[in-house]
């Protein structure tokens, strides 16, 4: 199989333990047989080897994802990365690109893409096989899996076949009702629309040309930022007339609100927290204090750096409409992890932030520099090779080193390496890194 799985979201209906880089998709809240703990993308991979062992994955995904799909994947899968947010027609039309143009996929071979972030079953993964061979047919231009409803829902689309059965052609699609409708709905036999479908990949190729004025990855992927905002159900399958429903009737849950979420998790308890005689509750702490739940019924807690939360489950859904946009303090990189320990805005303009950075053994840092920022780093514990304007120094605890603008440097961990790093200056952003080239093989390193 070719599968395209779609991860983006901006993490806020799972705030704070979700944000725009760690999504819930890269949250380890699955436990396996060995014991040990899987995401929601390290689980939607595994398992769909356990079908197709030979399956092509590739992830479209916006380009602060790159980093953590690397670290739990390890390159494991084609990458598709959004250089800006668009909508989902061109993030499927620019993955449909990266199949053919970089990864060489044929355009007369079928693509099923997908959600990366549901709660699902083996069952699931095998109806993506037969979804996969039916595209194959060329019976239809788009074959889309309809999800048989759980219940009256106002969250999803709905998709009426033409007549009930495993296979059927496509009547209508109808938009997010309110429950009445939604009742009516399924009385006719709709199924809810859960984002899954399958074509051939010259199809979507041909769509993209005829939207989007040319199909070609590099044009795409340079010209992205003025790609129309256009949903996929919209420029597609909305107007497709050849398209076709498959009947799904497994376990399907749409992790998206702390409610739904707290059902998947392996345990009641995660990190520095304790929970007793609750009921119904679930308690993360990823911060160093201690956080205590005592003799409370149907709450999810939350505390990690990007803030606190306390909700009754069923409230939860009205979470996203609260959360303001700010820096994430909490991040993993395929390098290891860094939490914001401090962030200041003076008066007159001058910024100051100050983190904890964690390297994993033989991982490195890119050597780069920077513009607009000072930055201090205090070597607290571990060992590793600094390099400042190619000049390798060994460091270890109490070792600082002071990096002024335009100053190249990166660091490497011999043992896990632990840094207090301090930025300053008038702008402190992500952006202000230009990335160069070294041999990390030379010289030792």
Partial sequence: ??????????????????????????????????????????????????????AS?????????????????????????????????????????????????????????????????????????????????????????GIEPACPSEKYGYIIPHFPGLLSDVHSFKEKPDILTAEKYISQGALWNGGVFAFKLEYILDMAKSVLGTALYEELFRNYENLPRISFDYAVAEKEKKIQVMRFAGVWKDLGTWNTFTEA???????????????????????????????????????????????????????????????????????????????????????????????????????????????MWTFVDGTGKLIIDDIITEVGRGDTAYIKPGMKHAIKADTELHIIEVQMGDELTEEDIIRLDWDWGQDGL
Avoid at 85 to 97: G, K, Q
Avoid at 128 to 137: F, I, P, R
Avoid at 293 to 309: F, H, Y
């Fill in 265 to 375: 998790m392996s345990d009641q308890v995660v990190g520095n927290a304790v929970a007793v005689q609750c009921e119904n509750t679930h308690v993360i702490n990823e911060l160093q204090i201690p956080l205590i739940a005592l003799g409370v019924k149907n709450l999810a807690i939350a505390a990690t750096p990007d803030g606190i939360l306390v909700t009754e489950k069923r409230s939860s859904d009205k979470l996203k409409s609260y959360v303001s946009d700010q820096r994430p303090m909490y991040e993993k990189r395929i390098w290891g992890e860094y939490t914001v320990l401090d962030y200041r805005v003076q008066s007159d303009g001058h910024n100051s932030l100050a983190k904890h950075l964690i390297i994993i053994p033989g991982r490195h840092i890119s050597y780069q520099y920077h513009v607009h920022r000072t930055e």
């Fill in 1 to 54: 199989m070719n599968i395209i799985l779609l991860s983006g979201g901006s993490g806020k209906r799972l705030w704070p333990l979700s944000n725009e880089v760690r999504a819930k998709q890269f949250l380890k809240i699955f436990k396996k047989a060995d014991g040990s703990h899987e995401s929601m993308v390290q689980r939607m991979y595994r398992m769909i080897c356990e079908v197709d062992s030979g």
């Fill in 57 to 145: 994955v590739t992830i479209a995904t916006s380009e602060n994802q790159v980093s953590l799909i690397n670290a739990q994947l390890g390159g494991k899968v084609g990458i598709s990365a959004e250089p800006c947010r668009r909508d989902t027609f061109p993030a499927i039309a620019l993955a449909a690109a990266y199949l053919h143009d970089v990864k060489g996929i044929p355009g007369n071979e079928a693509v099923v893409v997908c959600p990366v972030d549901p709660y699902v079953e083996s069952d699931y993964f095998q109806m993506l096989d037969k979804l996969y061979a039916q595209a194959e047919k060329g019976e239809a231009n788009l074959v889309l899996m």
